[in-house]
């Protein structure tokens, strides 16, 4: 029986991942559809090649009374669909105390396993839930005669997942990435907030009285509710070779503040972010693709480095070896979105790769 060590080399222990390292294929944006609702479902083929990822969503915000339907519904949609080489299909399955789980990676593999790329695995707790999906699926991929592997994504939305996070990055060949889930992790923590991500004008930091006076005016800043969360999230990965996300913005309307939200993750090192309406796949896009200004400037860091050794000075600030590393990141992330993106390739100055000689 094939198993995920087949497919892929186990990382070793301790072995550092070189930072350049990004997604093979793009993942700013993974939007979600209940695959039982039939307006959604009539959506989908039309946005094949304009997200990065389309996830058919089991879980939460399905109905108990529509999980089968929900579950039918994706394998009809996957079988009817031609997702190309630039939309990923992924679904996000039940929890695995749920009477659902079982089902849902049972009728899946068997049935879409050719269509299937990344397996979501919410409410991770440890290493050990990991295992159990990770045995199932190579047993399921047996019976389906499937040559290649599907991975698995987990969603930290536990207290104990937080403090396994690192385990459970390891925890098997398939892991694909860590999202977080801020709306569970909240309650689980018994956080005094309803929001769905982002921060809460309660948690601010205020300046100093000026000349001790306590009772004047002071300025506040609001801070982010997340960004302990997600930074230590951003370091398990990073030293286990998988990839992190932001996870749901709950405020639809507030484009403003999702922009900020994804921003912020963008900038601790998430590759992307959810989508849970379509008006934030432009803006998950736009993020979650380095400006033109950034690409830029790392090319000429990369090309006044030479053989990455000493320091450079570039309009007047010192580059050295860190700032190398850190615009190698950039480069190598512009042209993987530049292989898949014409608009992008245009804006970075290089051809996607189809239109190469």
């Known amino acids: 029986m094939r198993s995920a060590k087949d497919f892929f080399r186990p990382l070793a222990v301790g072995a550092p991942t070189p930072l350049t390292q990004v997604p093979a294929r793009p993942s700013r944006v993974i939007h979600f559809f209940d695959p039982s609702n039939?307006?959604?479902?009539?959506?989908?083929?039309?946005m094949v090649g304009t997200v990065d990822v389309l996830l058919g969503n089991l879980e939460d915000a399905?109905?108990?009374?529509?999980?089968?339907?929900?579950?039918?519904?994706?394998?009809?949609?996957?079988?009817?669909?031609?997702?190309?080489?630039?939309?990923?299909?992924?679904?996000?399955?039940?929890?695995?105390?749920?009477?659902?789980a079982l089902d849902d990676l049972t009728t899946l593999v068997t049935e879409i396993g050719d269509k299937l790329d990344v397996v979501m695995v919410p409410k991770v707790q440890g290493a050990e839930d990991i295992h159990y999906v990770d045995r199932l699926l190579a047993q399921l991929e047996a019976k389906a005669g499937l040559t290649r592997p599907i991975l698995v994504h987990a969603i930290?939305?536990?207290?104990?997942?937080?403090?396994?996070?690192?385990?459970?990055?390891?925890?098997?060949?398939?892991?694909?990435?860590?999202?977080l889930g801020p709306a569970d992790l909240a309650a689980d923590r018994r956080m005094k907030t309803t929001r769905v991500g982002g921060g809460h004008p309660g948690y601010l930091v205020r300046t100093d009285p000026v000349d001790g006076d306590v009772t004047g005016e002071r300025a506040t800043a609001q801070q982010d509710l997340w960004h302990y969360t997600i930074a230590r999230m951003v370091d398990a990965c990073a030293m286990h070779g998988i990839y992190p996300y932001y996870g749901p913005f709950g405020d639809i309307q507030d484009v403003v503040a999702c922009e900020d939200q994804f921003r912020n993750a963008f900038l601790l090192g998430c590759v992307g972010t959810w989508s849970l309406h379509p008006v934030q796949i432009e803006i998950a896009k736009r993020v979650f693709s380095p400006s033109a200004d950034d690409v830029a400037h790392a090319r000429r860091v990369v090309a006044a480095m030479g053989?990455?050794?000493?320091?450079?000075?570039l309009d007047g600030k010192m580059e050295d070896d860190?700032?190398?590393?850190?615009?190698?990141?950039?480069?190598?992330?512009?042209e993987r979105?530049?292989?898949?993106?014409?608009a992008l390739a245009e804006l970075y100055g290089a051809a996607p790769a189809s239109q190469e000689g």
Do not use: H, Y
Not at 158 to 179: D, F, H, K, W
Not at 322 to 334: D, M, N, P, Y
Not at 337 to 342: A, N
């Open 337 to 342: 979105l530049s292989q898949t993106d014409p």
């Open 307 to 313: 053989d990455g050794t000493g320091a450079v000075m």
């Open 62 to 100: 399905v109905k108990a009374d529509r999980k089968e339907a929900a579950r039918a519904g994706l394998v009809e949609i996957a079988k009817a669909t031609d997702f190309g080489a630039d939309t990923q299909l992924w679904t996000r399955i039940n929890a695995l105390d749920s009477p659902w």
């Open 38 to 46: 039939p307006k959604m479902a009539a959506k989908v083929p039309g």
């Open 322 to 334: 860190a700032s190398l590393k850190q615009c190698l990141v950039i480069v190598e992330l512009a």
């Open 156 to 179: 930290l939305e536990t207290a104990r997942g937080m403090v396994n996070v690192e385990e459970i990055c390891g925890a098997s060949p398939r892991m694909q990435g860590l999202s």
